[in-house]
């Protein structure tokens, strides 16, 4: 079944106190990811502001330029969570990309402060062109680079903090873990959209900039402080080259014949390993073509890994295949969430914003989700986990895909009250002149938020758990990733919509085309959304329940490396002889 050669090993570096691991550090990553997104989700509801009024992009290019930003700076989650595994280790990752950040928001105040590099107004659908141009999207896409990278390694550096060797506990503490990960984020995007957003639309957009730098320069530091607490994971072999390999391996046997036996198929079977090395993984039957990378062909052993690979190595690919349709499943939702920080957004910019003597700014109407979502996490991890544990007897209440779930159809419920909130506001302001209150939007925002504290930690929770030991900071940077996706999508659906609606209607324009709102059909747009949610939930269902989940704790070696009988005797006997040869020679001598 395999060589006495040695299991690759992704270890934690021997921890040399008491304090390392455990919660106490986790405390130094809630701090900073408060801190960072201050001003990463401020810029997230107001960049849609900033690049209509600024920039003077119009009503689709701004969405457009937002959507895009978000879109990269979490598809860029990828390659911070690659780094992280293959290459450095997450704390030196998230630093890193933490200074690119950095480098972001100095160009975005030093283009917001000086207006020689500003853009004039000029009716046209873009008016920012040549240098302008050039140094509006260098700043924009370093700070999405660095935000996309952080959040590629930083959730897995906290979830690696707890020990593997109690898969319940352990799964009740990454399930804690998450959900205060979230509260974090919720506190600290709740003070951007409020107060970082209101200096920025009422006292300068470099001032809120400013905000923004020195709170991510800020919560780099703080990051920085818990390394003595910290459980140390030795960056491995890459995870994307270990797939390939499997993937090459099994294209090149694809003529093999697979066994009958699974147990024929290679795996490595020294005993003699560090008690740091990965677990093996069980042969799974599903996926059965890739099994031919693990089928031992004359003189396959002698050709490097591009020809034979393990068969834990043939199992991560496996876990990673069945992840993709949960993964493809949550692209439609972060479409709609993109929604609530373009158009939801700039609806409110048409809408009283006055609260009492006080004018809200329209960026900052997300706080309403924020604020649910700062109660609900609590009440979740006290009251609904524990008696939902009860019930069910599963160490997190409801399990990772269940959570997903529940999210999938609140926001397709958000999409279909933000279409009537659209159609209420447009009948007041065309027909009576009145400008409907701002707070009519806090309904599907509240909504939205309470899906997103479902999906987006149910999500975290299933890929860090669920994903190879190796793969655990890439893995968990596809919940981003979704999100990523959604947001192009989103810029995509904008064009298709306004091209083909464009053809239907009588004035020949699109849904969504112009700068008028109040003459758009921004509620079909929504409610579009709202069907297709559903759609999408029931082909979620149809994945969930396909979906096996990888058995916790260590296998059961024996069972896995069950040798051949006649091999062991083989073995036993050899080792017989040479102990025979030996105590022969000690007597000569």
């Not at 990523?484 to 969504?512: D, R």
């Not at 989940?549 to 070696?557: A, L, Q, R, S």
Request: proline share 4%.
């Amino acid at each position: 079944m395999g060589s006495n050669e040695s299991v690759r090993e992704t270890a934690y570096i021997p921890m040399k106190n008491r304090r390392q691991g455990g919660f106490t550090p986790t405390f130094f990553i809630f701090g900073m990811m408060l801190l960072d997104n201050i001003g990463f989700v401020a810029n997230m509801m107001s960049f849609v502001v900033y690049f209509a009024s600024v920039m003077h992009f119009d009503l689709a290019g701004a969405a457009t330029n937002t959507t895009n930003f978000l879109g990269t700076a979490f598809l860029l989650t990828i390659l911070g969570g690659f780094i992280s595994d293959a290459y450095m280790t997450r704390l030196n990752t998230t630093l890193l990309f933490g200074i690119l950040q950095l480098l972001g928001y100095l160009l975005l105040i030093l283009q917001s402060h000086f207006q020689k590099l500003q853009p004039q107004p000029c009716g046209e659908s873009t008016c920012v062109h040549g240098g302008k141009a050039l140094l509006l999207y260098t700043s924009v896409y370093l700070t999405a680079l660095g935000a996309g990278g952080i959040r590629g390694c930083i959730p897995a550096l906290g979830a690696d903090q707890f020990e593997q060797d109690d898969p319940k506990q352990s799964s009740k503490n990454i399930s804690s873990f998450f959900n205060w990960f979230l509260l974090s984020i919720t506190i600290g995007a709740s003070i951007g959209v409020t107060i970082v957003v209101w200096v920025s639309t009422n006292v300068g957009w470099d001032r809120g900039f400013i905000i923004s730098i020195v709170c991510c320069f800020a919560g780099l530091c703080i990051v920085s402080m818990g390394k003595p607490f910290y459980r140390v994971r030795v960056p491995g072999e890459s995870p994307l080259l270990r797939v390939l390999q499997v993937l090459v391996a099994a294209a090149r046997n694809c003529s093999v014949q697979l066994p009958t036996d699974e147990h024929k198929l290679y795996e490595i079977q020294d005993r003699n390993v560090s008690p740091l090395t990965e677990q093996r993984l069980p042969h799974t039957q599903q996926f059965s073509v890739l099994d031919k990378a693990a089928v031992q062909t004359e003189g396959t052993d002698k050709q490097g890994k591009w020809r034979l690979c393990t068969v834990t190595q043939v199992e991560e690919v496996k876990i990673l295949t069945r992840m993709m349709p949960i993964l493809l499943s949550t692209i439609i939702m972060n479409t709609c969430l993109a929604q609530l920080q373009t158009i939801s957004i700039q609806q409110g910019t048409l809408m009283d914003s006055s609260l009492g003597k006080f004018d809200v700014p329209a960026a900052s109407i997300p706080v309403i989700p924020l604020v649910f979502m700062s109660v609900l996490i609590p009440i979740y991890e006290f009251l609904f986990v524990p008696v939902m544990r009860m019930i069910t007897g599963h160490p997190t209440g409801i399990t990772h895909l269940q959570r997903v779930g529940v999210g999938l159809v609140l926001s397709a419920i958000s999409m279909a009250i933000a279409g009537a909130v659209e159609v209420k506001r447009k009948n007041e302001f065309n027909n009576y002149n009145h400008r409907t209150s701002l707070f009519w939007l806090s309904f599907h925002y509240a909504i939205f938020g309470i899906a997103d504290m479902f999906t987006l930690v149910g999500l975290m929770e299933f890929f860090y758990s669920e994903a190879p030991a190796g793969m655990r900071s890439l893995s968990t940077s596809f919940s981003f990733l979704s999100l990523s996706i959604g947001y192009y999508l989103s810029s995509a659906f904008v064009e298709l919509i306004n091209s083909i609606t464009s053809k239907l209607t009588s004035n020949k324009q699109g849904w969504l085309q112009g700068r008028d709102m109040n003459k758009n059909h921004i509620e079909l747009f929504y409610w579009f959304l709202a069907i297709l949610s559903l759609l999408n939930f029931g082909i979620y269902v149809f994945w969930a329940k396909w979906y096996k989940y990888k058995k916790d704790g260590p296998i059961n070696e024996q069972k896995l490396l069950q040798p051949d009988l006649s091999v062991t005797m083989s073995m036993t006997s050899q080792q017989t002889i040479s102990t025979s040869e030996g105590e022969r020679k000690m007597e000569q001598n």
